[in-house]
């Protein structure tokens, strides 16, 4: 139904978002340690974002058959 897709986008669009302000708030000298925790976090936002994204694929894919 429509409000369960809206949310499912709603919840795309934060995670986009919150990657890139977690991205933003790192401007400072990082050191290796603080470097390596936050590509860990980042990866793991990207692959929850990117298996979204490809749900949403199939789910338009099915839509249109």
């Given at each position: 139904d429509m409000k369960q897709e809206i949310n499912r986008?709603?919840?795309i669009k934060?995670?986009?978002?919150r990657m890139y302000s977690y991205t933003e708030g790192h401007?400072?000298?990082?050191s290796k340690?603080?470097?390596i925790d936050m590509l860990k976090h980042?990866?793991?936002d990207i692959?929850?974002?990117t298996n979204h994204?490809?749900?949403?694929?199939?789910k338009l894919k099915q839509?249109?058959?």
């Open positions: 986008l709603e919840k934060n995670m986009v978002f401007n400072e000298t990082l340690r603080a470097l980042l990866s793991l692959e929850e974002i994204i490809s749900d949403e694929i199939n839509s249109v058959n």
